[in-house]
Structure formats: C-alpha cells, structure tokens
C-alpha cells in the first residue's frame, strides 16, 4: 500500500470490539468465504470505520469518477446482535438482496446505491468490484484485495470535483 496502515484508519465511530479469531471464524461460516489476509490484517487493527479517504485509480471510468473509486471507509465484522451497524460484513447477504446486487459479494464500503465489494463469484480468491446498483454498473476493480489496497492513494490525488 502506498499508504501505511498507522495512516489507513481516521475512526471507528461505529465503537466495533477488536477484531477476534472466533469473529473471523463466524464470519467466514456465515458468508461461506475465506477472507483475504490483508483484509484482516486491516482490520486487527481497527475493526471497521472511516478510512482517511482513499481513492483506487481507475483507466475505466465509473458513475463515481472518470478516474477512481471512493474507499471513504471499510467495513468490519460485528458479531454482537446487539451491535446494529452499518459497517459490517455480516449484512452483506441481506444488503445484496435488498439492492438486487450480484450474488458471492461481501461488502467492503458504500451505501447501497453503490458498492465496493470482495466478488467470489469467479472463485474463492475474491477480485474487487465496483457495483452501481441504480446504474446496472458491475466494474472489475481490482484483481485481488491486496493488489486494490496496494493501489490506493489518498483522495487528494484525484479531481474530487469529479464525483
């Protein structure tokens, strides 16, 4: 990642727990995948929340941008029924359902209208994808998680008058 991850994270809001084996372990059950290392690498540090802003440079343009997608913040895995969040993965299945999204997602960031996504629809090694759900838009990100946060780069780097 051309940012380290001490500089990834802004805040946890959401006051997710610390990331636990045991979470990963439901996680990966409930979902019926195996999470990118890097992925949880993230999140052993902070479970979820704000990045400090982020952007994936894109040679396809998107509805976001004609040159990126957003990572404004990545979501982490909450267990606790009692915990209602909105970043967590653990709503991926009813959240694609509800907003007609490709099945094999696990969402990563967005808020319905859009998505950044783990997509193992082509195999258990997930790609990144950018779904528009209100524009039908299903975009290739990146090849693997670790090639898309290696590939990230701060929001000021972009033309944000853009998105």
Request: proline share 7%; aromatic share 10%; net charge negative.
């Amino acid at each position: 990642m051309s940012v380290s991850d001490d500089e990834f994270w802004d805040s946890n809001n959401c006051n997710h727990p610390p990331l636990t084996d045991e979470m990963i372990a439901i996680a990966e059950e409930r979902l019926g995948v195996r999470l990118p290392e890097e992925y949880l690498s993230l999140l052993r540090i902070h479970n979820g929340g704000y990045t400090k802003g982020f952007g994936y440079p894109m040679t396809q343009p998107t509805t976001w941008a004609e040159n990126h997608v957003p990572l404004p913040e990545l979501f982490g895995i909450v267990i606790d029924p009692n915990l209602n969040s909105f970043q967590n993965i653990l709503s991926s299945v009813e959240m694609t359902s509800e907003w007609g999204s490709p099945p094999k997602q696990v969402l990563l960031a967005g808020d319905g209208h859009w998505w950044i996504t783990l997509d193992y629809r082509d195999n258990e090694n997930p790609s990144v994808a950018w779904i528009d759900t209100e524009c039908d838009e299903d975009v290739r990100v990146a090849d693997s998680f670790s090639a898309f946060i290696a590939g990230l780069r701060p929001d000021e780097e972009f033309d944000l008058d853009e998105a």
